[in-house]
């Protein structure tokens, strides 16, 4: 069989995700290997066209990676023949539009979360690849962690009984910008340009807690901003018009309930910068990004509340640790090497612009429990 060169439109390569993950560490990577492997002895060899607002830029990044298409007209580079599938980094507000032109153009879509702005037009967007027959799919990378990939070995393999409850911590402290330049872009801090930690996060959550552990009925939320004041790029002063943490708890469809911290205003006293707690009646499990300790229910000591003695239970100290027992490539670049499959052999992707239509759902009531003070419930969402 011969190879398959696939040509891939990959939007807003000049900012963080995709420069850093999508197109070096993955697509590139792809390529610097040689491509990916079929199982009939041919390889699916990935050819990027970079897609922008800024002709320097562009250029930049393609002469110190050696390419040669780049361009910053969306329209015409879709309408190439050689180009199979779009692929979408761009800021949240940006992606719908650029979507919709792209299936409309008959390319295979791949996109970072969240998938639009709304769940109307996230589910519109899934729709619509539907009817053109394309193959679609969002950026799930942390389910391609190793941490929570050891997770995920640890409920297939039954340890932990029945799953009572999962703690998620998240957050570190983005500077504000004045004294020290802040680590994420401005957009992220003003709703009106798709910022705010509940559109940026709890469309992670979701896949987490539906891949891992149970369909999600019901949300509660608080959010604040806690920061109302920030500096951008250019060190000018700005409103911050978006939520900067949030207080989930979700209720799953097997009664296990999930309680997750999301902050950017959070000073970090954990081993990373997220971290899981995951409490069974066999045993409990605390993964991280990268690491994963476990206590089995013949390993727990019997904790005595007494506040007048001092505590002799070195708690840490009673955890072990999972073993990798295999090597964890990039998660951005282990799911690309997915959808590219996807593609070319109709291997199965979860990860479709459907699912990626509920991680905006959960996150629009989330907004609402915030608003309204109350529990969302959140029905089955459908494209038919
Ligand atoms: N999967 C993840 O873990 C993860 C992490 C961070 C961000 N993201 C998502 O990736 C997307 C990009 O985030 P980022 O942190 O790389 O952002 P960024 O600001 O670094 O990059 C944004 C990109 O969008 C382009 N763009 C198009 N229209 C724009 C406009 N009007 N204003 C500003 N930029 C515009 C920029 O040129 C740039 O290439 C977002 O949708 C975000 O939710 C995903």
Partial sequence: MSDRVLGIAMNGVTGRMGYRQHLTRSILAIRDDGGIPLPDGSRILPEPILIGRSERRLREIADRHGLDRWSTDLDSVLS?????IYFDAQI?????????????AGKHIYVEKPTASTLDAALELAKLAEQAGVRNGVVQDKLFLPGLLKLRRLVESGFFGEIL???GEFGYWVFEGD????????????????GGIVLDMFPHWHYVLEHLF??????????????PRRWDENGLPYEATADDAAYGIFELDNGAIAQINSSWSVRVDRDELVEFQVDGTHGSA????????V?????????????????PGRYRDGWETVPD??????????????????????????HDLLSGARGLQMAEAGLESARTGRTVELSEVSIR
């Fill in 325 to 350: 027992n295999t090597d964890f490539p990039n998660g951005f670049r282990a799911q690309w090497e997915d959808f590219l499959r996807h593609v070319v052999t109709d291997t199965p992707f979860p």
């Fill in 214 to 227: 149970g369909t999600v009925r019901t949300v509660t939320a608080r959010t604040a901003t806690h920061i």
């Fill in 80 to 84: 190439d023949p050689d180009v199979s």
């Fill in 92 to 104: 949240t507000h940006a992606r719908e539009a650029a979507v919709r032109s792209a299936i409309a």
């Fill in 165 to 167: 409850s999962v703690r």
């Fill in 295 to 311: 206590q089995h229910r013949s390993l727990t000591p019997k904790a005595v509340w007494d506040p007048d003695a001092v505590d």
């Fill in 179 to 194: 004294w020290q330049p802040a680590q994420r872009p401005s957009w992220n801090y003003r709703s009106e340009e798709g």
């Fill in 286 to 293: 605390v993964a991280g990004l990268r690491s994963c300790r």
